[in-house]
């Protein structure tokens, strides 16, 4: 668990949320984007897997749940303006609900091209 001293140095945004990025802890591959809250980072920390706020649900996601395609949480980083987390992860099966490894598997000309 992390100290009440050290949560509210985090610079959570309006809605209480951080962005988390999500990289392969070994290939260095960027796998996703998601939000955290307090509760999301703390649980990630207690279970070791990573856990987001789903701001479409309003809910607590844990990646891998329902798919199976966990990501063992292997460090956690914080940025310089302490507004944005690095989670560095060994992800067990594709990030991506489209069943990509990475969710940022398209450039912008082909995402306009679509």
Same mark, same amino acid.
């Given at each position: ?37 307090? $509760? ?8 070791? &897997?990573?856990?987001?706020?789903? *701001?479409?649900? !309003? %809910? ?29 992860? $060994? ?8 069943? &990509?490894?990475?969710?940022?598997? *398209?450039?912008? !000309? %082909?995402?306009?091209?679509?």
């Amino acid at each position: 668990m992390l100290k009440t001293e050290t949560l509210t140095r985090i610079k959570w945004d309006a809605n209480g949320l951080i962005a988390a990025i999500v990289q392969d802890a070994n290939t260095q591959q960027v796998l996703m984007m998601a939000y955290m809250n307090t $509760e999301a980072l703390q649980k990630t920390l207690e279970i070791s &897997e990573t856990v987001f706020w789903s *701001r479409s649900r !309003s %809910e607590l996601w844990h990646k891998g749940a329902t798919s199976g395609n966990t990501q063992k949480v292997r460090e956690i980083r914080i940025d310089c303006d302490a507004d944005t987390l690095l989670i560095l992860v $060994e992800p067990a099966g594709p990030a991506c609900h489209t069943g &990509e490894v990475s969710c940022f598997y *398209r450039t912008l !000309s %082909e995402f306009e091209s679509e």
